[in-house]
RNA sequence: CGGGACGUGGCUCAGUCUGGUAGAGCACAGCGUUCGGGACGCUGGGGUCGGAGGUUCAAAUCCUCUCGUCCCGACCA
């Protein structure tokens, strides 16, 4: 097998049209591509192990084969995918003007020391001494190698801009791998460092990596949503996700249907409608609602809707209990309400840290006099006449209103967006989907290079740190996620672009010579013809080929068998959506491009 | 780390409760028939029952410890 041949420079290659310093890849994974001659041990049963459909899928076409938890082989074509999507990020990547390299994956822990995520990365990063009793680490990623070469080789301001990036294994000991390689321990990840003089000049990386990354996953022919994300403890700025869309997906976004809005549910800002109520504000009342505790009882006995009662939640933030009001049929996004108290840690409190805290037990707590910090949604300062336990057993308040019965200074967004809002950016409406992030760029700032002393002189001798810029693609994940988006009952359905091969020809008549030779001759007019093709030259029934070829997800499969002998023609048969059609052999190759072409791109 | 399930030929699983000759289907090898949607018949090879210790005349089965795998949660991005 050959690994990846310079075939030619920019305006050579399809697509290119930059420079000369651009190089580009193409890939043939083998001289051959017959059945007969290469390993591929479908499975007609699923291993016990796996549960995710991506995960059996690439079990049963033979893609992978787990080593140990999380941390899998890639069979020869399994890795003939995962070369595909290399492929479309490499030649991207370089496109946008960023250059490969490679780096180590065993790093010093001294320079982890130095970042100060030694200790901070916790047990995802593996952690080991050598012979010599050297502390050391598997890379989950690769900022401190980066930023130790930019320190050492970058001094000036004329180097600069540079984006750097590898395609290389990342190992992160996570706690619990699953779904195979959705998320497993070692995975391959496409990872580019970017370095500037300014805060402008780094958007101007930022977004060129942006547009990269578009461009990628397009190409890949993936159903996929670019949303702004929260860039969590990496800090500052803002970052992107890339997700693909598929029901079985990890996160919850929320996209606009009527503009290009989109965003992580943990990050997704909630836009109010309206300024708030005009109702004539009523006199307080306290009533008794003894053993009403839940949002339901309460609402019930009361006959008011969950709209109208403000619960009143206890959290714990790295140990001290904040209170959170939030209206009665909303749900808190924790990630907004840990980030706005720049907690590292977060948790609702049980019943006896809230009695502890507030002497009131669970179920009666609300705003007035209580005496722990509180903090509203800002959505509860629009509600007029609302409902909230009176911080004493077996009591609520009807018609308390924000302001005038109690005082909260600290008002921010803390609920989760739900689909009946309205979209942030156009006030559209919006819709919630899953989906699985297979790409994250960030914008660093200079965090790093000012742990790590990585400074360059600017134009008037002065140093400053630089300023970076990281970018990520899980590229084996990419290959579960298109697998999770494309498949049915019946297998794997690649987008043509991530197809190890395009079209697989069935011969159906292995000791047939005129069938053979027709399908060999097919074979090798495709071949020539530029197009990646698969042979199955197996001594099996049709029955079994048809099967392997559904399961590995060929997007168009050539049947040369009985049909041949009769009349001199053969299917065509498209896997997406089963339709087929008959050609002659010499018409064959024009055919196939033609389809080839309506495919690309389609889902 | 908490909760749950599991570990028996390459794969899927039965057998474990109630201790007594290790089984089936698929896969693999040979022969024959078959040949456009995972064929059939016959023959054959292959298992320290995850590992260690214990109870017993006797352990896949009961007990203890241990290793590993999967699912849910917490965690991570």
Known sequence: MREGTVISEAGASAGAGCG???FFYTFRYREEMRYSQTLIPTLKEVPAEAEVISHRLMLRAGFIRKLSSGIYSYLPYGLAAIRRVETIVREEMNRAGAQEMMMPMVQPADLWKESGRYEKYGPELLRFTDRHERESCLGPTHEEV???IARKEIHSYRDLPINLYQIQTKFRDEIRPRFGLMRGREFIMKDAYSFDVSDEMAETSYKKMYDAYNAIFQRCGLDFRCVEADSGTIGGSFSHEFMVLAETGEDTIAVCDECKWAANLEKAVVRLAGSGSREETLALVKVETPGKRKVAQVCDFLKITPDRLVKTLVYIADGEAVALLIRGDREVEEIKLKNYLGATDLRLADDKEVFDATGVPTGYLGPLGISIRLLADQEVMHLANFSVGANEKNYHLLNVNGGRDFRVSEVADFRRLCESDPCPSCGGSLRLVQGIEVGHIFKLGSAYSESMNAFFQDSEGNGKPLVMGCYGIGVSRVVAAAIEQNHDENGIIF?????????????LGLKDTDISAAAEMIYAKLSAAGIDVFL??????????????DLLGFPLRVTVGKRFQENGMVEIRRRRDGKAEESTVDGLVDLIRRRLAELTGQR
């Open 495 to 507: 987008p043509v672009p991530l197809a190890p091969c395009q079209v697989t020809v069935l011969n």
């Open 146 to 148: 980066i930023t130790d």
């Open 20 to 22: 000369l310093s651009q």
């Open 536 to 549: 199955d030259d197996r001594d099996e029934r049709p029955g079994v080929k048809f099967k392997d070829a």
